[in-house]
């Protein structure tokens, strides 16, 4: 497709980092966030709310759910915009002839192009698509299909299961730390549920100076009735792009986990989906800083399709992740390689960060700590992915 071409001079020159993908090739990303995406006016092309995209599919019987790839790059831009998107090799200057990853306004620049190609057609729906299929990631005449955590099928829509799932599979606390970590929770959610802070007693006893750990039927009928009262529809947000988007991440020593909410004009915060994950073996020999920065990419990658080319606030309580994640001026030369990656995978994303203290941060941290056991990738592939499902 002529992706790349090079030239002797530009006005502009963005870095790259190049990452390993799971195949073994080579990925090379513009480091664009370091002069041209802060240039950019945005482009806000209005992307699809829940409701339109349900509202298509309503009267449906059978769905299909067609996944691509390499989307942006079937974009031709034009020769001004070329002279812009140019990156800096070893092996001297390139500009992209095509949209490459990494500019602002991409996503709603393919959105205004995906409107256009199917407008007429009835029934059908876009979200950020590409342009190449992938079989294997396709579904084609289903009863149902899962979408922004919805399940769609011909009687409507339904909440997903599996966004409360991490919180019903929450293990009981084992110690004082871990207790002290899910009341954390209970109390971050408190505002919209009064009644946990009744439930809670048998589990606050613990906590008493001088007192034996005892975990009894008490603490487990309390225990279990909070999760009940977490996990409850009435204390989840439905998903609105029109809503200011934070996702908060934490790690711990075995596990990391992560909420994506809606902050409201008043303040207050409401949980719209939760995910967490235990460590590998290797995973758990990483640093603490490197432990945290994998959180942050586990949550933006599985938060993808809620984020994804809308700006949102990224929540931390590692302070030092905030020069590495949150720095406009590229990725740090001295960052180590796994977090270069780390930092690669998100250039793709706007986002600003942000660091919360730790006794203020139970959103997240209650479910690093208190999160079931998990399958995981293998550690290469978890940090090199790029791509998303």
Sequence with gaps: MKVIAPVTHSEWAAPIVCVRKSNGKLRVCAGFSTGLNKALESFDYPLPVPEDIFATLNGGAVFSQIDLSDAYLQIELSDESKKMVVINTHRGLFQYNRLPFGIKTAPGIFQQIMNKMVAGLRGVATYLDDILVRIEKCSFAKPEIRYLGFIVDKNGRRPNPEKIEEIKSMVEPKNVGQLRAFLGMITYYATFMPTMKDLRGPLDALLKKDMKWEWTSKQQTAFEKLKKALSSELNLAHYDPRQKIVVAADACDYGIGCVISHRYGDGSEKPIAHASRSLTAAEKNYSQIEKEALGIVFAVKKFHKYVFGRKFLLLTD?????????????????????????????????????????????????LSRLMRKHEVENEDVVVAAVEND
Excluded: C
């Excluded at 796994?338 to 960060?353: H, N, P, Q, V």
């Design 318 to 366: 590692h302070k030092p992740l905030l020069a590495i994640f949150g720095d406009k001026k590229g990725v740090p030369v001295y960052s180590a390689n796994r977090l270069m990656r780390w930092a690669t995978i998100l250039l793709g994303y706007d986002f600003d960060i942000e660091y919360v203290n730790t006794t203020k941060f139970g959103q997240a941290d209650g």
